[in-house]
């Protein structure tokens, strides 16, 4: 009896230590280069400072979403993104939670 005590007391202890990593998804969103995207700019130039975006369908390739997805092992989850509204290759009109800040 003393045993099996022993072993279920070792057991839950052993399963109290799981390790749980941070979950990081899309494209890492820092202000600085967002700040740096002006209306009329091209696709190039906005790859060029953001990268490619996370997800591009190819049934409208005028509108570009830049997502963003972070699970900490502990603490809040954050979630950001950013779509921008292309017309003839030129930055036409951007959203989302993330947005150029005015200096």
């Known amino acids: 009896m003393k045993k099996l005590f022993l072993l279920i007391l070792l057991a839950a202890s052993v399963s109290a230590c799981v390790y749980t990593p941070s979950v990081q998804q899309g494209n890492i969103l820092q202000q600085e280069e967002i700040n740096k995207i002006e209306l009329g700019m091209s696709k190039s130039q906005i790859a060029y400072i953001l ?22 092992s502990s603490g809040e989850s954050r979630s950001d993104r950013l779509i921008l509204h292309f017309v003839d290759d030129k930055l036409d009109s951007l959203e989302g939670t993330v947005k150029p800040e005015k200096e």
């Open 51 to 72: 990268g490619k975006p996370a997800l591009n369908t190819n049934l409208d390739n005028n509108t570009w979403y830049y997502l963003y997805y972070l699970e900490p």
